[in-house]
């Protein structure tokens, strides 16, 4: 057996200490032991890395991403951009995740996701886990269908399926079973379309019927497969929540009802607020009181957050990057950084790793723990005090599958 001794301080994917040890079977890929430097046997002639200074922890996940292959926030330009380019401009874009730690993301929509998610399953590829939802699912000139094009050529181009009625959407579902999606992404409310938000005449509108979600839920929850659901909007967040699904993207209009009807039903809460930061327009909406509001996008850093914290939702992290100049990969920690200052560095790291590891059906990843995958991140300094010390310029080594990944700024000691 090839082994490996982490050093460190340990961020476990629950609690924290002090002077601990994470011991990994490297050809096995899994960790062997775990816990308090005196509590843990070592292996003999192990490698060492890490020490003083250090922290282990679960590798990160990012519940919500895409790989538009493109430098701009665009519609049109993320459906135009030929498949083959976008698959290959998105390998750097992986190695960006892999490199700040990242070991697991799931993409909720791109085309070629569904070749990223199998190439990152053979091992071809050097990046994280990728879970795809193969092609995201919508109405009808709905949300991410390009109405300025025309019907025929929009089917073509985009990365979602458009259906309509139940036995539509069920249709729908088995084709991206068919397409070897892990999960299944649908939208139930207006989020990226051609009309700008900022618009005079725009408004919010829920897309979907809850006959339409049930349908989608209870084919992909036949097949196995959780559902991600894109509201925006107090009307379609609860459609999502009466239909089942398993998480809730975005989740802007959160009501004391909506929060407690979402504890009860165990369902994810992934708010996304980086992409929101991210966005010069956006943040505008957010300091200016004068400004219209109508996406709720000051309430989403307000009161949806304190109505997820008062009611103890699980919340977990997704950046909603996309891979563009404005949402660069590589810089995904941001939605785990967005989230400490809401709920406290502690609960944003168990969003990134435990909490996500629950919301994306991964039982033996999110922690540190024996028997569970090595997929671990060692960044120096504490992120239970500082934050910012997850940051990709502080991190010193990633291991995938108890391989070392991406490379360590630490020199590796014999025992």
């Given at each position: ?239 999502v929540v009466e239909a089942g699904v398993d998480s809730i993207e975005h989740g802007l209009g959160l009501t004391p009802e909506l929060a407690e009807r979402i504890k009860k039903k165990n369902i994810s809460y992934v708010p ?14 957010i300091n200016n009181k004068d400004l219209p509001d109508k996406l709720g996008i000051r309430r989403h850093f307000t009161t949806d957050l304190e109505l997820a914290k008062e009611f103890g939702l699980r919340v977990v992290a ?18 785990i950084a967005g989230l400490a200052r809401y709920f406290g560095n502690k609960e944003a790291l168990r969003s990134a790793t435990s909490n996500a590891a629950e919301c994306l059906g991964l039982p033996n990843s999110g922690y ?48």
């Open positions: 057996m090839s082994s490996l001794v982490l050093k460190g301080s340990v961020f476990d994917g629950e609690e924290s200490y002090e002077n601990g040890i994470v011991v990994v079977d490297q050809d096995k890929g899994v960790i062997t032991d775990v816990g308090p430097e005196d509590s843990v046997d070592l292996p003999y002639d192990a490698k060492v890395m890490g020490g003083s200074g250090q922290t282990i922890l679960p590798g990160f996940m990012d519940a919500h991403v895409h790989f538009f292959g493109a430098k701009v926030y665009d519609l049109i330009t993320w459906v135009t951009t030929p498949e083959p380019l976008v698959v290959l401009r998105s390998l750097a874009h992986l190695r960006n995740l892999l490199y700040a730690g990242f070991t697991t993301v799931r993409d909720l929509g791109s085309k070629g996701g569904a070749y990223i998610s199998r190439a990152s399953k053979e091992g071809i590829i050097q990046g994280p886990r990728v879970l795809s939802c193969a092609k995201s699912l919508g109405q009808t000139g709905g949300d991410d269908d390009p109405i300025n094009l025309p019907l025929d050529i929009a089917r073509e181009l985009a990365y979602s399926y458009f259906c309509d009625g139940p036995w539509d959407c069920r249709k729908a579902v088995r084709k991206l079973v068919r397409d070897g999606a892990d999960v299944v992404k649908v939208y139930a409310a207006t989020g990226t379309t051609p009309e700008s938000y900022a618009s005079e005449g725009y408004r919010l509108k829920k897309q979907l019927t809850v006959e339409e979600l049930k349908a989608i839920v209870d084919e992909a929850h036949r097949a196995g497969l959780k559902v991600a659901g894109h509201a925006i909007g107090e009307d379609s967040v609860a459609n996304t607020l980086s992409v929101f930061l991210a966005s010069p327009d956006l943040v505008t909406f997704g950046s909603d990057f996309g891979g563009t100049e404005a949402h660069p990969h590589g810089q995904n920690y941001r939605e540190l723990r024996k028997g569970c995958e090595a997929d671990i991140v060692l960044v120096r300094g504490d992120p239970v005090q500082n934050i910012e010390a997850i940051a990709p310029t502080n991190v010193s080594a990633v291991l995938k599958n108890g391989k070392i990944m991406a490379p360590s700024r630490d020199k590796l000691n014999q025992l």
